[in-house]
């Protein structure tokens, strides 16, 4: 039977960022949906551009239409929904001491949301959306945040253990 490795400080850390994160997005998948209204009005102002400053040059990026702003909705929640669901996999692998297996899912849960707060947020809503033009309906710091976190915890997920060196000298 194999043994399991020492807990470590970078172990807990890893496991508690780990698992911060993963409350973090799932109370965001769960306010989006018991509370879809609120956010919908967010990704339906972003998207028709209507608090830009309507320039003409960038105006036919928009997009008016409430159903396909409604589905680029329900698909952003269900992405988080995901992603939480795989963080929360990853934290308890972590807890479990699977590192590889926790190592492996936490990195694609914190993937997916970099993804979708850098590549949907920050590029796409901000910058093809021209959301940094709108005083109301501007995300771009909410996301960055969440951008940030996620990538440090991805890279403390991927700090070396010194499991192998202990493994070595043994």
């Given at each position: ?10 172990h ?11 409350l ?7 306010g ?16 028709a551009?209507?608090?830009t400053?309507k ?37 308890w ?9 926790a ?12 993804l ?16 940094w ?20 915890v ?9 499991q ?7």
């Amino acid at each position: 039977m194999p043994t399991r490795p020492p807990r470590t400080a970078l172990h807990l850390a890893t496991t508690l960022l780990t698992g911060t994160v993963a409350l973090y997005i799932a109370l965001v998948a769960f306010g989006n949906i018991t509370d879809f209204g609120t956010n919908q009005q967010f990704v339906r102002h972003v998207l028709a551009m209507d608090t830009t400053f309507k320039d003409d040059d960038l105006m036919w990026r928009a997009i008016t239409s409430k159903g396909l702003q409604d589905a680029a909705y329900v698909a952003i929640i269900v992405w988080e929904t995901v992603a939480a669901l795989v963080l929360i996999l990853g934290t308890w692998l972590w807890f479990r001491r699977d590192d590889l297996r926790a190592r492996r899912f936490s990195t694609y849960g914190l993937l997916m949301l970099m993804l979708l707060f850098g590549a949907g947020f920050i590029a796409i809503g901000g910058e093809w959306f021209a959301m940094w033009q709108s005083g109301d309906w501007n995300g771009l710091d909410a996301a960055t945040r969440v951008f940030l976190f996620s990538g440090v915890v991805l890279i403390v997920n991927h700090l070396p253990s010194g499991q192998a060196r202990q493994t070595d000298a043994a």
